[in-house]
């Protein structure tokens, strides 16, 4: 059986559901233009003059999402 599911997944799955971070939160933005949500980590800059670095962990579902198995039956 195959899947498209990695160790990144993996990692950041159990993060999220171990409570032991607490730099989570909810992210307005677009996916394939559309509007969306996703799950993601935010890094604080290491000094002043830096960025927060927004890493996207896991999308919300769009209403045009199709999930499909990997034999393209719809879920």
Excluded: K, W
Aim: charge should be negative.
């Amino acid at each position: 059986m195959s899947t498209n599911i990695c160790p990144e997944h993996i990692s950041a799955f159990e993060a999220l559901t171990s409570a032991e971070r607490d730099n989570f939160a909810l992210f307005s933005c677009f996916l394939n233009g559309e509007p969306a949500v996703a799950i993601v980590a935010v890094t604080p800059p290491e000094d002043d003059d830096g960025e927060y670095q927004i890493t996207p962990l896991f999308v919300g579902v769009t209403e045009t999402m199709v999930l499909t198995d990997h034999d393209g039956v719809a879920a």
